[in-house]
């Protein structure tokens, strides 16, 4: 029997990863010094390790003396799904029109956008993928969807909605000029993200911060993919 202490429960996608972990046979406890081992939120923070040293300490994100679930492939897979789901429902609340015949532009295509398109796709969209890189963009075609370069940001274009998944500033003065009035851009890249805020603001573009987007709006889904991914590494890599 494996005993975990989980001492960050306000986080609520922490509580469902740990009602995961109960389901899977595994027990709590609250002192973290009679633990085999501990878990932590994404984005970990380093004073969360503070009283851990010399214990198995599972966290996401960061720089840290412990196993990183969120670089685990089959989190990242699954994670990019409730974030494209989420992105889904911040379109629904913050767009006054309809996803059907909208033109959508994504940036990027790894995983999130891939997801992204899977859902879009059957609601009547136009999508297109805009990417750096050849493979990328061959990617985007096989599965159905038009693509472009990065470089023809800026060129006008009348997409009603961008999104971006590139963590790398690409829209700043040359590329925001070129948008259609009233397009709204959704930035789901980490910081620090992919837009000049700055400017957006100045142009009174509308810019949705996208960022987190599994615990808002999907926050119980959340925490049991971090509890079955901590299970599955501790019985496939640890045991």
Known sequence: MKYFSNPFTEDKRMYYAEKELERRGFVRVNDSGNADFVILPIPAKAYMFEGLEGKTVFYGAGDFNGIDYNKNELFLLENAHLTAEGALALIKEECAFAIKDSSILITGYGRIA??????????????????????????????????????????????????????????????????????????LASFPGGVDTLYAK??????????????????????????????????????
């Open 202 to 239: 100045a142009k009174n573009i509308r810019l949705v911060n996208g960022r987190g987007l599994p615990s808002r709006y999907c926050e119980e889904s959340a925490g049991v993919l971090i509890g079955k991914t901590v299970y599955n590494i501790i019985k496939e890599e640890l045991s």
């Open 114 to 187: 891939k997801a992204l398109v899977r859902l879009l796709k059957p609601y009547g969209a136009d999508i297109t993928v805009s990417a750096r890189n050849k493979l990328s963009r061959l990617e985007a075609e096989l599965d159905g969807v038009n693509t472009d370069t990065l470089e023809a940001l800026r060129r006008e274009n009348s997409y009603d909605i961008i999104i971006n998944t590139v963590p790398h500033i690409l829209f700043t003065k040359p590329e925001l000029d070129c948008l259609k009035q009233g397009a709204v851009i959704f930035d």
